[in-house]
């Protein structure tokens, strides 16, 4: 069996699309572009090259960005000061602080000095209660990416058997969340789950969210199974750098069904999430309908 391969980055260029189609509209119906704060401190490179991207695809969508740029040292007083004149500007519809934060600040109480209404990464301890519950809420941008996959590539999920491997805050239990939500069969699985092997084995969809390098092999993945490589991770490889993803792909790729790629799968669509993200909360913000298809 060889996979299909379930192209992010494609998929992520159709989401931009739509998203820059809405924007057209809000501008053209009803005046109103949606913006983005994003906050980024510090000089970590990688960081910036996140920021950056985020910056240039949100102006390609024809939205507003808004950048600010922080020393590494800024106190969390200033920090919160910033994001609270963000919450009360009528122009910014999201706002995004981008992690890790420097270790001198404490990442629950600024994420949660975000407005719920606005905290388009979908952290804020209000959505994630929204989502537990199953209410309206800001979705997690990587998990939203991973469900509209699913979704393109089987239509209903209703009855599969989802394992979850990783249980962060920011992809495992959101990611839970989510499949539940669609009427899938979630098991949430760990490094200390007993017999890790055979739990992946069992799973129709298989969600690698654990940071490690090729931790999970082809022997692990069920038949036909989807798999869904969260993971991104930098390795070396011949003396070169290479980004591989929490799957073997080569092996698990001759016996799933479908499966994401490192780089190419997941990656793409966390941006584009954000940007949809950012509209879903400008139209809630005006009372205005919510775009089809960018939001769960």
């Not at 985020?54 to 920090?79: I, R």
């Not at 910014?92 to 606005?118: E, F, T």
Request: charged residues 20%.
């Amino acid at each position: 069996m060889s996979a299909a391969i379930i192209d992010g980055k494609e998929f992520a260029a159709r989401v931009r699309a739509k998203v820059a189609t809405h924007v057209g509209r809000l501008k053209a119906d009803h005046g109103l572009t949606p913006g983005l704060a994003v906050v980024l401190l510090g000089d970590d490179p990688a960081s910036q090259v996140y920021v950056r991207s985020k910056g240039k695809q949100t102006l390609e969508a024809g939205m507003n960005s808004f950048e600010y740029k922080l020393a590494n040292d800024t106190s969390e007083a200033h920090l919160l000061d910033l994001i609270d004149r963000l919450n009360r500007d009528p122009e910014v519809h999201g706002i995004l602080v981008q992690l890790p934060l420097p270790a001198h600040l404490d990442s629950d109480l600024v994420i949660n000095a975000i407005d719920p209404a606005k905290d388009v990464d979908g952290f804020h301890i209000s959505n994630v209660g929204l989502l537990g519950t199953g209410q309206k809420s800001m979705v997690p941008c990587t998990p939203l990416g991973c469900l509209m996959m699913l979704r393109d590539y089987h239509g209903d999920l209703s009855g599969m058997h989802a394992v979850v491997v990783g249980r962060s805050n920011i992809v495992g239990k959101p990611m839970a969340q989510l499949l539940l939500g669609d009427s899938c069969t979630v098991t949430i699985a760990h490094s200390r789950t007993r017999d890790l092997p055979a739990m992946c084995r069992s799973a129709d969809i298989l969600v690698a969210a654990v940071g490690r390098a090729e931790m999970i092999p082809g022997d692990w993945v069920k038949p036909g199974a989807t798999v869904i490589d969260v993971g991104i991770n930098r390795v070396e490889r011949d003396g070169r750098n290479k980004l591989v993803g929490d799957v073997h792909f080569e092996s698990a790729a001759a016996v799933a069904g479908a499966i994401t790629p490192v780089p190419g799968g997941v990656g793409p669509m966390t941006i584009a999430c954000l940007l949809a993200n950012t509209v879903t909360a400008a139209c809630r913000a005006n009372g205005l309908p919510e775009p089809d298809g960018l939001t769960v």
